[in-house]
Nanobody, 118 residues
Framework: QVQLVESGGGSAQPGGSLRLSCTAS????????MGWYRQTPGKERELVAS????????EYGDAVKGRFAITRDYAVNTAYLQMNDLTSEDTGTYYC???????????WGQGTQVFVSP
């Protein structure tokens, strides 16, 4: 089992920034992908960003490309999501996930709220 704990959510104004953190503990596989999904009002959960291969590979959802950046510190088993130029459409619940080294290896955090409003 892997436990994922997110932090860093909160409120921001449009154009502002927030930084999310996700720390993993338990049966961590360094080959696993770490990433962030979000659930925004009226939409299905979507992939925001992911990172793997020692941080050499990243992927971003179209809605956040150029504004968000994902990094990962393997020494402390933590992934970060730097969110810049926030808009109201970024409002939602952000979930950390670790997956990708087998069909049973998929774990989710409890989610952290992001609220963007003037």
């Amino acid at each position: 089992q892997v436990q994922l704990v997110e932090s860093g959510g909160g409120s921001a104004q449009p154009g502002g920034s927030l930084r999310l953190s996700c720390t993993a503990s338990g049966s961590i596989n360094s080959l696993a992908v770490m990433g962030w999904y979000r659930q925004t009002p009226g939409k299905e959960r979507e992939l925001v960003a992911s990172i793997w291969s020692g941080g050499r590979n990243t992927e971003y959802g179209d809605a956040v490309k150029g504004r968000f950046a994902i990094t990962r510190d393997y020494a402390v088993n933590t992934a970060y999501l730097q969110m810049n130029d926030l808009t109201s459409e970024d409002t939602g619940t952000y979930y950390c996930r670790m997956w990708g080294v087998g069909p049973q290896y998929s774990f989710w955090g409890q989610g952290t709220q992001v609220f963007v409003s003037p």
